[in-house]
């Protein structure tokens, strides 16, 4: 990376501008680096290094007679050194206290994650999304809620509880009794088994024909089979905090049709999922920096999104802000808010 390409005055210098900017705003002179840089050398040693670090591609100069703006190939550099002396994050207590207030003493997967992206969202002033891959996920129960006539709400609970529901037609009205002796039945032959595996079973059970001659078991597989043939790989996506691409200073130098453009793709989280799942392959952290993006849309933004790996449950909060955000806040928030959640799901009954 591009850290190790610099000498480490160099390194310290360019870390320094870094911070100057994030924090002001503003261009960084040679003279606030002198002072704030620690290196005891003076302002022309500094020139010196900043005309070799602007000539690599890691600053430029807006004005002559300006300071120096980090380029995303700094700001890269940057975070580098950030993660290879970051120590182990943790959630603000807070944040954690927030979450499980929200989630409650038996916290379902779908409601935990709309808080997480909320809670993340306002402490971050940024974009902040939340999801859960479910396509290994483990069936932990079935269940029918009848809701009149011939309509019947199919339930499927994983564990970690994520849930999944489904209006059904069922052609006819049933009982809550039968409904209830179905569930049992499709929770007893499948709990503990992969949702895939469960679906699969439940196809070719309904090719028997002994199974179709008892009305209870074909009609249980018929109201499965509904919801199980849509679940190949659904994921739970949660995504908030609009409102703070309208912050002051928060789109500074982005145009309002690049934020509209960024709004658009939060409106359609189907295309915003895909990309995150073109960026994140693996437990840890990922970051992605300006035009390291390869959506054009989001080249005036940075990304960073912690991944954390349960069992067969894969969960990620992220944060999508300026280039001009603050890293090591950013990237302790979501790290630390990805370990809790773990830490909630685990406490839960």
């Known amino acids: 990376m591009g850290s190790y390409e610099l000498s480490e005055r160099s390194s310290r210098l360019l870390a320094t501008l870094v911070r100057g900017y994030i924090e002001t705003g503003e261009p960084v002179s040679s003279q606030v680096l002198a002072r704030d840089s620690g290196l005891h050398v003076s302002s022309a040693t500094v020139r010196s290094v900043l005309a070799h670090l602007e000539e690599c591609g890691y600053l430029y100069q807006p004005h002559t007679s300006a300071g120096r703006v980090p380029t995303d190939r700094g700001y890269r550099v940057?975070?580098?050194l950030l993660l290879e002396s970051r120590r182990p994050a943790r959630a603000a207590a807070d944040?954690?206290?927030?979450?499980r207030q929200h989630a409650g003493p038996s916290p379902l997967m779908d409601d935990l994650?709309?808080?997480?992206?909320?809670?993340v969202s306002r402490a971050a002033r940024h974009v902040a999304f939340a999801m859960a891959d479910s396509h290994a996920a483990v069936l932990q129960r079935i269940e029918f809620v009848p809701l009149g006539?011939?309509?019947?709400?199919?339930?499927?609970?994983?564990?970690?509880?994520?849930?999944t529901q489904k209006v059904v037609d069922a052609q006819e009205t049933l009982r809550s009794d039968d409904l209830a002796q179905a569930a049992s039945y499709l929770n007893t032959e499948f709990a503990g088994l992969p949702l895939l595996e469960v679906r699969e079973a439940v196809l070719a059970r309904l090719q028997q024909e002994r199974i179709l001659y008892?009305?209870?078991?074909?009609?249980?597989?018929?109201?499965?089979?509904?919801?199980?043939?849509?679940?190949?790989?659904?994921?739970?996506?949660?995504?908030e905090g609009a409102a703070s691409l309208l912050d002051e200073g928060a789109h500074e130098q982005v145009s309002v049709a690049t934020l509209r453009k960024l709004l658009d793709?939060?409106?359609?989280?189907?295309?915003?999922?895909?990309?995150?799942?073109?960026?994140?392959?693996g437990p840890g952290l990922t970051v992605v920096i300006g035009t390291e993006h390869a959506a054009p849309d989001l080249q005036r933004f940075s990304l960073i999104a912690s991944t954390a790996v349960d069992g067969t449950t894969t969960r990620t909060v992220g944060v999508i802000g300026p280039t001009r955000m603050r890293y090591s806040r950013a990237i302790s928030l979501v790290d630390g808010t990805t370990q809790a959640v773990s830490r909630v799901l685990r406490d839960a009954p």
């Open 78 to 80: 940057f975070v580098d």
């Open 95 to 99: 944040v954690e206290h927030q979450l």
């Open 113 to 119: 994650l709309a808080s997480v992206s909320h809670v």
């Open 149 to 163: 006539g011939s309509r019947v709400l199919v339930i499927v609970i994983a564990r970690g509880n994520q849930v």
């Open 214 to 239: 008892d009305e209870l078991l074909a009609r249980a597989l018929r109201l499965a089979r509904s919801t199980l043939e849509e679940l190949p790989r659904q994921q739970t996506f949660h995504v």
């Open 265 to 281: 793709m939060m409106e359609e989280k189907e295309r915003m999922v895909q990309l995150l799942n073109a960026y994140i392959d």
